[in-house]
């Protein structure tokens, strides 16, 4: 039982960042698991010999045959012992009552399972070159469950959320014929493009370190005490100011020695890999997401900071990839994990009206692996894309990610720091000067960690420092609905060799605008003193190496203050931007800690590069004429 121990400590962490949220009456529903459930620890072999560690929960009603439920996770099936039960079960609150066979599985190499572990193991068995991966893993204990679960029907239903959500995708590739329904969930499915790690090759800095600080690699219980070692590295709440003082990216590697005593690998094979090479293609599950036979309903966030890409990306491959199948997408107004763990009425400052997350657990989830597991639930509500207008405050659904009524419309940067759906006659250039050592920070809050909440956090505190451009139109004369991939184009220079350009989309409300009446912020996510009038809520940010400008596979410098094309796409939005309010864009070179810093002089290799390679650079964004910027909006006509 020292995984017991070792999970009392790593799961402080990775509850917060994974967890589900507390049922409506908690202690009621785990007296009643307790009541109607029998548990049962088994081993179940794979077809290498290795066993994985599973924990199998049977309602003790024989009457009837039920399907099955199962989720694979790195973060442990705890809690361990025969006699110790979860206090819920599924993927809400709903789906113990409902009557479900529950099964979860300690992945290959991680707590109570046998085997080594791999970060987003490659699934390569498919094609030949290896000859198990996750999708083998899966399919082998589907197969043991069938054959050795009593009063099952047959079925199986798979999910989780994050890296749980990486292996129910995963797990969905060449399905056991009776895996019926999956739900990936917030899915890690590119930890080069778009998940967690990086956003377009630049380093998420903050929420990874924390991350992995944590997550260290161990193979069995007996030996894992050893990797997590206490923390002796600095203790301070300003997270600005630790990173600032780590140093460049072979600092903050090095710091895992130091702090933690041990090396952290996937961090160091990060630092072999900073162009998209064979080793981040191998990883990337989307390409390899084939085959997939059971209905799917790919969930995100819009407001998910770690895996938004993950799910839209999910959906968009496997409805490329599997044609016939029975796939859809669900996304919400949620931070990551936001539809489990939270009402979805607020995030932050951000208003929307009603319990979404409620309404989708009700509405959606259940009602979907009901269907699918037992030719019961009504799914008339569910169609192929079901996406929430964070700006109406309503769902809204369409024939798919990339509606058919959706028009890319320009929006031009102009003079004075305007936005016009007219281009400008007149050409210029705004600039400013980025300096490595006084970064733009990416939230007002003191933390060491990042909040949930600065996905919508305002961004007047932005707006006003030197090193930030700002473009916005006049008040909008009537309602735009944009709905899709956001996508800036951009003209640029540099006085150095490198830089990151972060571009970030904001709704400006008007001066009058309050709450509805008797609503305001809860005080735990939001700030102590908050004025909604004038609220630039952020949508989406996202950042661009210069470097990556011509592909990501590898790097190239710039010319030093020679104008540049810099294009790229943006995770989308589903958002109205109301009469009368504005619409922003931002534009800067640093977003810290969140990104990690460009030393803003060409390096072959970031990961290497120390504060002494840190330089200020002038930044030149470019309007009118023949290198005028824009950022294209899919505009619902």
């Known amino acids: 039982m020292k995984a017991t121990v070792l999970f009392?400590?790593?799961?402080?962490?990775?509850?917060?960042?994974?967890?589900?949220?507390?049922?409506?009456?908690?202690?009621?529903?785990?007296?009643?698991?307790?009541?109607?459930?029998?548990?049962?620890?088994?081993?179940?072999?794979?077809?290498?010999?290795?066993?994985?560690?599973?924990?199998?929960?049977?309602?003790?009603?024989?009457?009837?045959?039920?399907?099955?439920?199962?989720?694979?996770?790195?973060?442990?099936?705890?809690?361990?012992?025969?006699?110790?039960?979860?206090?819920?079960?599924?993927?809400?609150?709903?789906?113990?009552?409902?009557?479900?066979?529950?099964?979860?599985?300690?992945?290959?190499?991680?707590?109570?399972?046998?085997?080594?572990?791999?970060?987003?193991?490659?699934?390569?068995?498919?094609?030949?070159?290896?000859?198990?991966?996750?999708?083998?893993?899966?399919?082998?204990?589907?197969?043991?469950?069938?054959?050795?679960?009593?009063?099952?029907?047959?079925?199986v239903g798979t999910y989780g959320i994050s890296y749980p959500g990486f292996y129910t995708s995963a797990g969905s590739i060449n399905s056991h014929p009776a895996l019926k329904a999956c739900s990936p969930q917030a899915p890690v499915s590119d930890w080069y493009h778009g998940d967690d790690m990086h956003h377009n090759g630049a380093l998420f800095l903050a929420q990874n370190y924390g991350f992995y600080r944590f997550f260290q690699p161990f193979t069995t219980p007996s030996n894992s005490m050893s990797y997590l070692r206490p923390w002796k590295g600095r203790e301070t709440q300003d997270g600005y100011d630790f990173y600032l003082k780590l140093g460049g990216l072979k600092e903050v590697a090095d710091s895992f020695e130091t702090g933690l005593g041990v090396r952290q690998p996937y961090w160091d094979d990060m630092q072999d890999h900073p162009n998209y090479d064979q080793y981040w293609k191998d990883r990337n599950v989307l390409t390899h997401l084939n085959k997939v036979g059971c209905a799917t309903m790919t969930v995100g966030g819009w407001y998910d900071n770690e895996d938004l890409y993950g799910a839209l990306n999910t959906y968009r491959h496997i409805e490329k990839q599997n044609p016939g199948i029975f796939n859809i997408l669900v996304v919400g107004p949620w931070f990551h994990g936001g539809w489990a763990r939270s009402d979805g009425e607020w995030l932050g400052t951000a208003y929307f009206g009603s319990a979404t997350s409620e309404?989708?657990?009700?509405?959606?989830?259940?009602?979907?692996?009901?269907?699918?597991?037992?030719?019961?639930?009504?799914?008339?509500?569910?169609?192929?894309?079901?996406?929430?207008?964070?700006?109406?405050n309503s769902w809204k659904t369409f024939d798919n990610f990339?509606?058919?009524?959706?028009?890319?419309?320009?929006?031009?940067?102009?003079?004075?720091?305007?936005?016009?759906?007219?281009?400008?006659?007149?050409?210029?250039?705004?600039?400013?000067?980025?300096?490595?050592?006084?970064?733009?920070?990416?939230?007002?809050?003191?933390?060491?960690?990042?909040?949930?909440?600065?996905?919508?956090?305002?961004?007047?505190?932005?707006?006003?420092?030197?090193?930030?451009?700002?473009?916005?139109?006049?008040?909008?004369?009537?309602?735009?609905?944009?709905?899709g991939d956001i996508k800036p184009s951009l003209y640029i220079s540099s006085s150095g060799t490198d830089s990151d350009f972060i571009v970030k989309l904001i709704d400006v409300f008007p001066d009058d605008y309050a709450f509805p009446k008797g609503k305001t912020p809860p005080a735990n996510s939001a700030f102590s003193v908050f004025e909604p009038g004038g609220y630039q809520m952020l949508l989406r940010g996202e950042p661009m190496p210069a470097r990556f400008r011509s592909g990501f596979e590898k790097g190239v410098p710039l010319v030093p203050n020679k104008a540049t094309y810099l294009a790229f796409t943006m995770p989308g939005i589903t958002h109205t931007f109301k009469k009368g309010h504005r619409i922003m864009v931002q534009v800067q070179s640093t977003w810290f800690p969140l990104v990690a810093r460009s030393p803003q002089q060409f390096v072959e290799n970031n990961f290497k590069a120390t504060s002494a390679d840190f330089r200020k650079a002038t930044q030149r964004v470019y309007f009118g004429g023949k290198t005028g910027s824009a950022i294209i909006l899919p505009i619902v006509k």
Do not use: C
């Not at 490659?122 to 893993?137: F, H, M, N, R, W």
């Open 8 to 155: 009392v400590l790593v799961f402080a962490f990775t509850f917060t960042a994974f967890g589900q949220a507390p049922a409506p009456q908690a202690d009621d529903l785990a007296a009643y698991i307790k009541a109607n459930y029998t548990k049962r620890e088994v081993q179940i072999p794979m077809r290498d010999g290795v066993k994985l560690f599973t924990s199998i929960y049977e309602p003790k009603d024989k009457s009837q045959k039920y399907p099955i439920m199962m989720s694979r996770t790195p973060y442990s099936v705890a809690p361990y012992g025969p006699d110790k039960y979860k206090t819920s079960l599924g993927p809400d609150y709903q789906f113990a009552r409902a009557g479900y066979i529950f099964v979860y599985q300690d992945v290959r190499g991680r707590w109570m399972s046998e085997g080594t572990f791999v970060d987003v193991r490659p699934e390569l068995a498919q094609y030949g070159k290896v000859k198990i991966d996750e999708s083998t893993d899966t399919y082998d204990t589907i197969d043991w469950l069938i054959k050795n679960v009593d009063n099952n029907n047959g079925r």
């Open 359 to 392: 309404y989708y657990r009700v509405n959606m989830e259940l009602p979907f692996f009901d269907h699918f597991l037992k030719d019961k639930g009504d799914i008339s509500l569910l169609k192929e894309v079901n996406v929430f207008d964070t700006g109406s």
């Open 402 to 483: 990339d509606p058919s009524n959706v028009k890319e419309t320009e929006l031009y940067f102009t003079n004075n720091g305007g936005l016009s759906f007219s281009p400008s006659a007149a050409a210029g250039y705004d600039e400013y000067v980025s300096d490595p050592m006084k970064p733009v920070p990416y939230t007002q809050k003191i933390t060491l960690n990042y909040p949930r909440d600065y996905m919508t956090e305002d961004q007047r505190f932005a707006s006003t420092r030197p090193d930030v451009l700002v473009y916005e139109t006049e008040p909008l004369t009537e309602d735009v609905t944009v709905a």
